[in-house]
């Protein structure tokens, strides 16, 4: 039986159902193991991407988790109990720690980024998590248009470095939502 839980309206409301559409398709197409989520605050992207990621396990049957990190701990408090009421929790891991210095080594599908918005943890984030994305992976930017310096700045000056190997788009609206896509 499916189950609605309730999000709270915020800067990533209008973007969760692009998220959750988006990651599915990607399934669509592709095999999908790895989703992360970098910064989690109370969950409402989380709450998109798990209910992206259970379906890809219960109706494509893909091995797909996702793992939220956050350098709140308090997060899993949060969110742990909203995915529990949407039978999602057991495809979800979290992570306490800083998104750009976490030990992780394993192929990444889907990324999503949505921590500080300071320029220089973008471009951290950018440094650590770019060589781990799959070739046709998504990495997803929240604030592109709210903080421009601190997001999109970073996102463009990557790309036009490495435009043989990232594609570039933007909505440009609200708070604004980019994409780097790994070509491949």
């Known amino acids: 039986m499916l189950k609605a839980v309730t999000c709270q309206f915020g800067d990533m ?3 969760l159902p692009l998220l959750f559409f988006q990651a599915k398709n990607y399934a669509e197409y592709n095999v999908v193991t790895d989703v992360v989520e970098l910064g989690v605050r109370t969950g409402e992207s989380t709450i998109a991407l798990a209910a992206a990621v259970k379906d890809m396990v219960e109706i494509l049957d893909q091995p797909a988790q996702l793992t939220s990190i956050d350098i709140d701990p308090e997060c899993e408090d949060v ?3 909203r995915l529990e009421s ?3 929790y057991e495809y979800w891991n979290f992570i306490e ?3 750009a210095a976490i030990n992780w080594t394993r192929p990444v599908d889907l990324l999503l980024i949505d921590t500080s918005h300071t320029k220089s943890q973008t471009e951290k984030e950018l440094v650590k998590w ?3 994305m799959k070739p046709g992976g998504i990495m997803w930017f929240h604030d592109t248009r709210t903080s421009p310096e601190g997001v999109r ?4 000056e990557f790309q036009a470095k490495h435009s043989n ?6 909505t440009p609206v609200y708070a604004g939502l980019g994409w780097l896509i790994k070509k491949g």
């Open 13 to 15: 409301s209008y973007l």
């Open 79 to 81: 969110v742990g109990p």
């Open 86 to 88: 949407m039978d999602a």
């Open 97 to 99: 720690g800083d998104s």
């Open 130 to 132: 770019t060589p781990l």
């Open 153 to 156: 700045q970073p996102m463009v």
């Open 165 to 170: 190997q990232w594609e570039f788009c933007e």
